[in-house]
């Protein structure tokens, strides 16, 4: 259903407040370079700061911008599974293409737990639901077995893995088939991810390299595994500078020097450090990105 190189797209700030005219830019970068899907409102779109009336005005901006041109998927988990089903239920009313939804944060779920949340979601909205999966995010982990457990539900069609683990994805792949897509949650490993079965990236790195990491699953899915391997090389520079602090302080702060948008977010995140910023201009000034 999805695939390629979906961008989690950064949701940009003004003195505090969303700023819906570089939002807009920002969608019309992506599609113009190649980005096969867009993710409004996840962790790179500071979902967790933005309050509810801007979060769905952030969805609704990235949908009416994109105009069709791409896929729109809306972040719309939450720690309270009945929030989640109304997050969901908006966005549909809305007209998106999908959701993805974070396994819930703080609470701990058991894997019953985590059984019954997406269940339930799955169960009151008819939309393509995509699971996500980042344990350094939410202090739980979403196991193989709970997963081939959802698989099955017609509404369940994808994951997005964030462990890191390749083993992980493996198991999944292993006990779900062709059940369920799978998506790299992690830019660094996006091409043996695809070799052990992910039909693409829900990706931080396209939001300042959309055309790179869209020719990396472009070059995979043509059978050019060559190209794809070495741009999966070249990228693991920049991508880990993504990530020298918390995303999406590095991603932000690389726009910022794009002249994209601004390097704002919001507490409890804050500006990078000087010294991690100088070592990010470098690395950019390295890729001829500035």
Known sequence: ??????VAIVTPFCDGRVDEKKLRELVDFQIENGTDAIVACGT???????????????????????????????????NSTAEAIEL???AKDMGVDGVLLVTPYYNKPT????????????????????????PGRTGVNMLPETVARLAPHKNIVAIKEA?????QASEIMALCGSQIDLFSGD???????????AVGVISVL???????????????????????????????????????ESNPIPVKTALGLLG????EVRLPLCQMSPGNKAKLESIMKEYKLI
């Open 44 to 78: 790179t779109g500071e979902s967790s700061t933005l309050d509810y009336e801007e979060h769905m005005d952030v969805i609704r901006i990235v949908f009416e911008q994109s105009a069709g041109r791409v896929p729109v998927i809306a972040g719309t988990g939450s």
């Open 187 to 197: 830019d660094f490993i996006t091409f043996p991810m695809m070799a052990c079965g």
């Open 206 to 244: 396209a939001n300042i390299m959309p055309k790179t990491v869209g020719d990396l699953t472009d070059a995979y899915f043509a059978g050019d595994l060559a190209k794809a391997r070495q741009l999966h090389l070249d990228t693991l520079k920049i991508g880990n500078a993504m990530f020298i």
């Open 88 to 90: 969901t239920r908006k």
């Open 260 to 263: 994209k948008c601004s390097d």
């Open 111 to 134: 894997q019953e737990g985590l059984y019954r949340h997406y269940t339930a979601i799955a169960d009151a909205v008819d939309i393509p639901q995509i699971l996500y999966n980042v």
């Open 163 to 167: 462990t890191g683990s390749l083993q």
């Open 1 to 6: 259903m999805f695939k390629g190189s979906i």
